[in-house]
């Protein structure tokens, strides 16, 4: 059941299974580890098994997230844990209390993946739990029975479930001290999982919440305010939108001679939800008065909530996001030959997480060189027809858009969108690929009349970042060293008799403008 639960949320992971095997052979090894030698070997395999056990999902998920290609919220870490837990008490254990904690933690575990994930399935494997549950109940109900006969009988004082109810009670006293005055007060109490509430905290593997970002809540009935979330209700405004409802009850909209396109997605009326709806009125007589009255519940009024972000990122990060290519440099101005082909776009729909994805024709999803990496992008102040994209970008889904023709190719190979500009608050899911090893050397392609980089810049780049990891920390390091050794002046200029400005930059004037 905790894999189903696994599996509807996270969809297929082959990973999850890989841990999952490395869990069953500890519990093989565990089982057996009586035939394995002496019983200090056996002791010591107990103690390292179930070692092993508890660590793995811990290890697994850090080493996830640190590739950045999967992981699960805490809460799934500690229910992993548990899971192995019972699974190595009831291959290891050989007396009746091993058994009966494990049969607790299958207990807890069946309760946790019901509470996660309802549905035929899940139900049906509960039924066959219980009955099996029932049945090991009564047995062990009835062996203990055969077993154990009344020999004696004394009384005693039962400390324990006194001091316990004497601090229960303590508790529920506490508690009741801010209700004595006859107000009631609401309080948020931190959670000990980061999904109880309270800690003003995200995770960005987590499943569901509440918060900014990649855990903004949809509207599922009445909605309010607009926000950069894929939801089932649209409101009525005059904003930019790739979608457009039919109103069969308004005038038509003027169209601007300015606009090159205007492509939107058509909705059903049944989905648009409009501000101005009339509320309905009765005119049968009043032949009731009532002298209790309700108080009138105050309306909140909706304030935007401004920002001066261009656009926010989930996923991995740092991640170069790309809105032009320059392919020449002749020592004063970086151009662009504008000579890129179009690439094919193919639809494809009824892929594995039930999106439709407009992908680059001859792309494969990963190789032995490459794997899958995806981002979602949420506009938000960026005006601009193309797609910020991440190097090697192999496809896009943009919610409810089935049609390769919103898609195009500008003249330096960038992806864009066929409109005026992308508007606000629209979501982007991104895929590219990246290299799975970084000693494989990454293949460039030069323009023939490019420039090639002079050997004295070559070493200082050479030397800025020796010994460093390839990637984003070389960036990093090339960046504290023109902080450190170099002067921001926004006033200097470069002399036209210069022939290469950024040679003249780094060897002679170390000094410039921030670029």
């Not at 008490?89 to 994930?117: E, I, N, V, Y």
């Not at 006293?173 to 609401?186: A, D, K």
Request: hydrophobic fraction near 40%; charge should be positive; charged fraction near 20%.
């Amino acid at each position: 059941m905790l894999q189903l639960a696994i599996y509807d949320r996270q969809g297929p992971a082959p990973q999850e299974w890989i841990q999952l095997a490395i869990v069953m052979i500890v519990a093989l090894v565990l089982r057996y580890k009586h035939q394995l030698g002496k019983a200090t070997t056996g002791r010591v395999l107990s103690i390292v098994g179930f070692s092993v056990l508890m660590i793995v999902p811990l290890v697994w998920n850090a080493y996830g997230r640190k590739m950045g290609r999967f992981g699960c919220p805490f809460e799934m870490q500690i229910a992993l844990c548990l899971r192995n837990m019972m699974i190595g008490l009831a291959a290891g254990g050989g007396d009746k209390r091993s058994k009966a904690f494990a049969s607790l933690a299958s207990c807890f575990l069946a309760l946790f993946s019901l509470l996660w994930l309802m549905n035929y399935w899940t139900i049906a494997l509960l039924i066959v739990y219980t009955i099996a549950g029932m049945w090991w109940l009564l047995g062990a109900y009835w062996s203990r029975l055969g077993d154990c006969f009344l020999t004696h009988s004394e009384r005693a004082i039962p400390w324990k479930p006194a001091i316990c109810a004497a601090a229960l009670a303590g508790v529920v006293t506490l508690l009741m001290f801010p209700f004595v005055n006859g107000q009631s007060y609401t309080t948020a109490i931190e959670g000990f999982l980061p999904s109880s509430g309270g800690t003003g905290s995200q995770d960005e593997y987590a499943y569901g919440g509440v918060g900014d970002g990649p855990q903004m809540v949809a509207a599922k009935e009445n909605a309010s305010s607009f926000g950069p979330v894929e939801s089932e209700l649209f409101l009525e405004s005059k904003m930019p939108s790739l979608y457009d409802a039919i109103n069969e009850f308004s005038e038509p909209l003027p169209i601007s001679r300015k606009r090159k396109r205007i492509k939107a997605i058509p909705l059903g009326s049944i989905q648009m939800q409009k501000n101005h709806q009339r509320r309905g009125m009765s005119q049968n007589a009043a032949r009731e008065f009532s002298a209790v009255r309700k108080r009138k519940r105050k309306i909140p009024n909706v304030q935007d909530l401004r920002s001066r972000v261009l656009l926010q990122v989930s996923g991995r990060v740092p991640v170069h996001l790309g809105l032009c290519t320059y392919d020449r440099w002749d020592g004063h101005k970086l151009t662009s030959s504008n000579s890129a082909r179009p690439i094919p776009m193919n639809l494809e729909k009824g892929t594995s997480d039930g999106k439709s994805w407009v992908r680059y024709d001859g792309t494969l999803a990963n190789d032995a060189l490459s794997y899958l990496d995806q981002h979602e992008i949420r506009v938000i102040n960026l005006k601009t027809d193309r797609v910020p994209s991440p190097p090697n970008l192999r496809g896009i889904h943009i919610d409810r858009i089935h049609a390769k023709n919103f898609f195009d190719t500008t003249q330096d190979g960038m992806l864009a969108i066929d409109v005026d500009f992308i508007p606000q608050l629209t979501i982007l899911h991104l895929e590219s690929l990246r290299r799975r090893f970084s000693q494989i050397p990454a293949i460039e392609k030069r323009s023939e009349d490019a420039k090639i980089s002079k050997n004295a810049v070559a070493n200082l780049a050479h030397e800025w970042t020796e010994g460093i990891a390839n990637g984003w920390p070389q960036i990093e390091a090339v960046c504290r060293r023109l902080q450190q050794e170099y002067t921001l002046d926004p006033e200097a200029l470069v002399s036209q008799d210069v022939e290469d400005a950024a040679e003249y930059f780094l060897f002679d004037s170390k000094r410039g403008p921030n670029y």
